[in-house]
């Protein structure tokens, strides 16, 4: 069973940045797809970004050249690195993994950690 548990959320003005972490444990196939999702009051979840077993990356447009992705193999810790913050990027973060030969939905999700950006 894979377990991931978010931390790094708080409160930040326009401009600032936070970096988001997310510890993941158990079997190492069964997450070597991860992914970070957000979802605001009212609104449907968005997937912010993902990282593959190989490194490669991608990202919603609304984040590109804001936000990076990254993932410490050996802590077994994601990040999602967060600058140039918008009140737009208010929401609950969450982590998710799957095996990337999966070509279902993500499996596993954290409890999320909100981020609330001030004008």
């Known amino acids: 069973q894979v377990q991931l548990v978010e931390s790094g959320g708080g409160s930040v003005r326009a401009g600032g940045s936070l970096r988001l972490s997310c510890a993941a444990s158990g079997y190492l196939y069964d997450r070597d797809c991860m992914g970070w999702f957000r979802q605001a009051p009212g609104k449907e979840r968005e997937e912010v970004g993902f990282?593959?077993?190989?490194?490669?990356?991608d990202y919603v447009d609304s984040v590109k050249g804001r936000f990076t992705i990254s993932l410490d193999n050996a802590k077994n810790i994601l990040y999602l690195q967060m600058d140039s913050l918008k009140p737009e990027d208010t929401a609950m973060y969450f982590c998710?993994?799957?095996?990337?030969?999966?070509?279902?939905?993500?499996?596993?999700w954290g409890q999320g950690t909100q981020v609330t950006v001030s004008s």
């Open positions: 990282i593959y077993s190989n490194g490669a990356t």
């Open positions: 998710a993994a799957k095996r990337c030969s999966s070509v279902g939905p993500y499996k596993y």
